[in-house]
T-cell receptor
């Protein structure tokens, strides 16, 4: 099976930087996704890492280390609208996603 | 069009009712998915259709019956549900096979149907 761990909740200040970690145990996977989900809404795609290293997309960056079983999502210049749940998910054969429990981020003024 | 639509948005049903959830996409995706999401929990995969054929059933009870009439539509037929089946039901679509690294692999989610079983 696959085991994915994320912190349950985090709080950060508007304008700051926050790093949301995701650790996993698995025998194999294609890549790792990060999704954002606002309360009561659908998850929306943020990033996908296949290779080790950093992928940057504007204010959001995602990092993967396969050898360490570790990924993180970095959010810069936090805005109030970034308050949401952030889900990391392992991408497996058959296009199956296994989601972590999600991290609820609260951005405060 | 990069949208996945789902109807209805909300559904309340009794344990003896039969109802259906509908999902539609026009992105040319050939893989479609049903997920169940309980409050403050991540989505859990239920079914995967690839090229209109059921490819994965994650040990879902038979009171949930999926159907893929064509490449754009996905239904979930509900019968004799239990109160614990109350949840947000999400539909998603994607390309069926992983493409180049980081390209075209993501699943696009619909807004979900909020189901309450009384």
């Amino acid at each position: 099976g696959q085991n994915i761990d994320q912190p349950t909740e985090m709080t950060a200040t508007e304008g700051a930087i926050v790093q949301i970690n995701c650790t996993y145990q698995t025998s194999g996977f294609n890549g790792l996704f990060w999704y954002q989900q606002h309360a009561g809404e659908a998850p929306t795609f943020l990033s996908y890492n296949v290779l080790d290293g950093l992928e940057e997309k504007g204010r959001f960056s995602s990092f993967l280390s396969r050898s360490k079983g570790y990924s993180y999502l970095l959010l810069k210049e936090l805005q109030m609208k970034d308050s949401a749940s952030y889900l990391c998910a392992l991408h497996n054969a058959g296009n199956m996603l296994t989601f972590g429990g999600g991290t609820r981020l609260m951005v405060k003024p | 069009d990069t949208e996945v639509t789902q109807t209805p948005k909300h559904l309340v049903m009794g344990m003896t009712n039969k109802k259906s959830l509908k999902c539609e996409q026009h992105m040319g995706h050939r893989a479609m998915y049903w997920y169940k999401q309980k409050a403050k929990k991540p989505p859990e995969l239920m079914f995967v259709y690839s090229y209109e054929k059921l490819s994965i059933n994650e040990s879902v009870p038979s009171r949930f019956s999926p159907e893929c009439p064509n490449s754009s539509l996905l239904n979930l037929h509900l019968h004799a549900l239990q109160p614990e089946d109350s949840a947000l039901y999400l539909c998603a679509s994607s390309q069926p096979f992983p493409g180049l690294a980081g390209v075209g692999n993501e699943q696009f989610f619909g807004p979900g149907t909020r189901l309450t079983v009384l």
